[in-house]
């Protein structure tokens, strides 16, 4: 291979892995929030309405509108309507790859162990 067709190649390269760390960036940025970190943590685990979510974190609704409106214009999740229910899913596969690391990572020893009778 010629040295040109090498820089050429390191060049396309890094453009891919430039759009790659803006992608990386853009999703980190939305999971520096808490209450977002929070709300993937629940809907990762399964599908869950507004009212579920409201309960299991205990965020107060406006705050609880606002984060899902975020995660819903970065597509992050996905919604479905069952009569004035409204579900919420994960709809991101980037998404869910990070949040099962970060619940490996930070979670898992949180969630209550099961007494052995």
Request: glycine share 6%.
């Amino acid at each position: 291979m010629k040295r040109e067709d090498m820089v050429e190649t390191a060049a396309i390269d890094l453009d891919v892995m430039r759009q790659g760390a803006q992608a990386a960036c853009a999703l980190m940025k939305v999971l520096a929030n808490p209450d977002r970190l929070l709300l993937l943590c629940q809907i990762a685990d399964g599908e869950r309405n507004v009212g579920e979510l409201e309960e299991a974190l205990g965020i107060g609704q406006p705050t609880l509108s606002q984060q899902l409106t975020v995660l819903r214009s970065e597509s992050l999740v996905a919604t479905r309507r069952d009569g004035k229910n409204i579900y919420y899913r994960l709809a991101s596969p980037r998404a869910m790859a990070i949040m099962q690391a970060l619940y490996a990572q930070f979670c898992a020893s949180a969630k209550p162990k099961r007494s052995r009778q």
